[in-house]
């Protein structure tokens, strides 16, 4: 495990194995790991790190600070988590590269990426819309990927710049925190078992929990820095 806590190659699929026997399951999880790192290659974060490193600890966070156990839900959240940036921040962004996962894998995992990509800036200036296609979704895996996402940011928050690090703060309790904590609509869609809602409900609130603390220590760390 990396300063970053990211595992490595073998730390990460004995978790897989540990937590998911289905095999066809598996191949799904190792052919986005593949393809996360081939699209994340020449990316790098603001402490030098290569940016695959951020990908696979988000989805570390969901194999190990979760107690999900059905299957193939865990399998599209940690596909999702892989892939959660591919679509905003690399070359594979174009409509084709998402036919290519919708092709290839599961339709559920295809989501949780078209979701969690935002409109560009330069597009849409204001924020809330930029988020909207996150904001519109009630969907379980896609709130437990941006709250892995989250929590895995403010770890590593004081490695940013100070203006990055604020706006990432005001983000978090003022728009990702709020709409996690909706469950007013959760998968009201599917044809979820309520028993599964609850402990999924339980596993949101879970991450949640642990984004709001990870915030307030972080905060109190970056008022003790001398601001820029």
Not at 47 to 66: N, P, Q, S
Request: aromatic content about 6%; charged content about 30%.
């Amino acid at each position: 495990m990396n300063a970053n806590n990211s595992p490595s190659y073998d730390e990460f699929f004995a978790k897989v194995k540990e937590k998911i026997s289905d095999e066809r399951c598996r191949n799904f999880i190792e052919a986005s790991y593949k393809m996360a790192k081939e699209a994340h290659r020449r990316q790098v974060r603001d402490d030098g790190e290569r940016y695959f490193e951020h990908v696979k600890a988000v989805a570390w966070i969901c194999l190990t600070e979760t107690t999900i156990t059905d299957q193939l839900r865990l399998t599209i959240i940690v596909c999702g988590s892989l892939f959660h940036d591919m679509l905003e921040d690399t070359y594979m962004s174009k409509v084709r590269h998402l036919k290519i996962m919708f092709d290839h894998f599961h339709p559920e995992i295809t989501k949780v990426a078209h979701e969690l990509t935002k409109v560009p800036k330069k597009r849409q200036p204001d924020i809330l819309k930029r988020w909207a296609r996150m904001l519109s979704s009630n969907s379980t895996p896609t709130k437990i990927v941006k709250l892995a996402d989250r929590l895995h940011n403010l770890r590593t928050l004081l490695h940013c710049r100070h203006d990055k690090a604020i706006r990432k703060i005001h983000e978090t309790r003022d728009i990702i925190l709020p709409w996690a904590r909706d469950h007013s609509k959760l998968d009201k869609t599917t044809n979820m078992h309520p028993n599964h809602r609850t402990m999924f409900k339980r596993e949101i609130n879970g991450l949640a929990d642990k984004v709001e603390q990870e915030l307030i220590a972080v905060e109190k760390e970056l008022s003790a820095l001398p601001v820029p």
